[in-house]
């Protein structure tokens, strides 16, 4: 079993949709979450990075983190198709090496 | 300002060569870690430096080794090079150590294909 499970998609969606996409973990030692996007043949960008449970929110996007549940999510309202990547959630322990524990990733269309 | 930079960003080598892949943080960047992407994966984790001292090696073989230098610049060096091999291969650089909470910036990779 995976540490990390996320759904690959595909995953398409009219523009001006709100997107969910969600990431399940089974490492309780998991602190910091964060989520990526990726376009084709370029590196992972940071948009969100959260510690605690609950929501952070930053203009159209919003993570949510719950612990109890080992759970996090992703939501983009107003969905633009500029957002058509590849979504990257990725997690990792408070001490030790700075090792990011990625999911597969979720391929993600936004329809004109 | 610059992000990480990569070098190059594509290569393509064969089977039993040996490649050296480059990375150079963002400025003021102490850390620095490698990442290897499998098309259709997310990235799985290297090696981890700091101030030139490994501090994190992921379950890779042998055959890939890094560097950080004085000015932390970093190296990936890979031997004997398998088809597997082939992948992106991902730079990420962040302010901290081990206990920092500061995030990883990614570079766009160098592409690496085997033949």
């Known amino acids: 079993q995976k540490e990390v499970e996320q759904d690959p998609g595909p995953l398409s969606v009219p523009e001006g949709a709100i997107v969910s996409l969600n990431c399940t973990y089974s490492?309780?030692?998991?602190?910091?979450f964060m989520w990526y996007r990726q376009y084709s043949r370029k590196g992972p960008e940071l948009l969100m990075y959260?510690?605690?449970?609950g929501n952070k929110e930053d203009g159209r996007f919003t993570a949510q983190v719950d612990k109890s549940s080992k759970y996090i999510s992703l939501f983009i309202r107003d969905s633009q198709p500029s957002d058509s990547a590849t979504y990257l959630c990725?997690?990792?322990?408070?001490?030790?090496?700075?090792?990011?524990?990625f999911g597969q990733g979720t391929r993600l269309t936004i329809n004109p | 300002d610059a992000g990480v930079t990569q070098s190059p960003t594509h290569l393509i080598k064969t089977r039993g060569q040996q490649v050296t892949l480059r990375c150079s943080p963002i400025?003021?960047?102490?850390?620095v870690s490698w990442y290897q992407q499998v098309l259709g994966q997310g990235p799985q984790f290297i090696f981890q430096y700091y101030e030139k001292e490994e501090r994190g090696r992921g379950n890779f073989p042998d055959r890939f080794s890094a560097r950080q230098f004085p000015n932390y610049s970093s190296e990936l060096n890979v031997n004997a090079l398998l088809l597997g091999d082939s992948a992106l291969y991902l730079c990420?650089?962040?302010?901290?150590?081990?206990?920092?909470?500061?995030?990883?910036?990614f570079g766009d990779g160098t592409r690496l294909s085997i033949l």
């Open positions: 990725a997690m990792r322990r408070i001490q030790g090496a700075q090792k990011l524990v």
């Open positions: 400025s003021g960047h102490k850390s």
């Open positions: 490492n309780s030692a998991f602190q910091y």
């Open positions: 959260t510690y605690s449970s």
């Open positions: 990420a650089s962040s302010l901290g150590d081990l206990i920092s909470n500061q995030p990883q910036h």
